[in-house]
T-cell receptor
Framework: DQQVKQNSPSLSVQEGRISILNCDYT??????FLWYKKYPAEGPTFLIS?????DKNEDGRFTVFLNKSAKHLSLHIVPSQPGDSAVYFC????????????FGTGTRLQVTL | DTAVSQTPKYLVTQMGNDKSIKCEQN?????MYWYKQDSKKFLKIMFS???????INETVPNRFSPKSPDKAHLNLHINSLELGDSAVYFC??????????????FGPGTRLTVL
């Protein structure tokens, strides 16, 4: 029973273009969403988050959009850079669950020259 | 200046053995977690401790036993290792357990291979 889904296992984007990574969730009780980035042989590192009371959060080249009615969020990276090539995990948490994170299966982003 | 460290980074062992993975954080956090990433790359929480008290205990075989000697350490002991235990185990930490901003800091992972 996978409550957070990333249906695209991989994505290839040219340098300078926009990367859009998508994430869907099924549990309407989730009220906080995060994106983590992971390089090979390293642990995930926090990228950006959004509370369910917002529909957009921006941090430099990274913007996360939340559509609660569709239970969908997306991460936009503009412009994409070769150093952005990594696996991106979407995660969700619910107040009152001791901050337990439920992760998606990840999307591998490849930014080509 | 590693924030969350794990030892060992790689662990290869035979079925039936008992092994431990250690985790330490120097961030001053009071909550620590163990996650398992299986062969399908699915990252799933196993345990969490807050101030040395167990607060999350997911459906994990009781061969897995976490131990938190203090707030900065959370170790994972695994008895009678099985082939299916082969995975990458990540430790993480954060400050507090309440909702809201919920950034967890992850260690580099321990790749366990059971032969």
């Amino acid at each position: 029973d996978q409550q957070v889904k990333q249906n695209s296992p991989s994505l290839s984007v040219q340098e300078g273009r926009i990367s859009i990574l998508n994430c869907d969730y099924t549990n309407s009780m989730f009220d906080y969403f995060l994106w983590y980035k992971k390089y090979p042989a390293e642990g995930p590192t926090f990228l950006i988050s959004i509370s369910s009371i917002k529909d957009k959060n921006e941090d430099g080249r990274f913007t996360v959009f939340l559509n609660k009615s569709a239970k969908h969020l997306s991460l936009h990276i503009v412009p994409s850079q070769p150093g952005d090539s990594a696996v991106y995990f979407c995660a969700a948490s619910r107040t009152g669950t001791a901050s337990k994170l439920t992760f998606g299966t990840g999307t591998r982003l490849q930014v080509t020259l | 200046d590693t924030a969350v460290s794990q030892t060992p980074k790689y662990l290869v062992t035979q079925m039936g053995n008992d092994k431990s993975i250690k985790c330490e954080q120097n961030l001053g956090h009071d909550t620590m977690y163990w996650y398992k990433q299986d062969s399908k790359k699915f990252l799933k929480i196993m345990f969490s401790y807050n101030n040395k008290e167990l607060i999350i205990n997911e459906t994990v075989p009781n061969r897995f036993s976490p131990k938190s000697p203090d707030k900065a350490h959370l170790n994972l002991h695994i008895n009678s290792l099985e082939l299916g235990d082969s995975a990458v185990y990540f430790c993480a930490s954060r400050q507090g357990i309440a909702g809201g901003f919920n950034e967890q800091f992850f260690g580099p992972g321990t790749r366990l291979t059971v032969l």
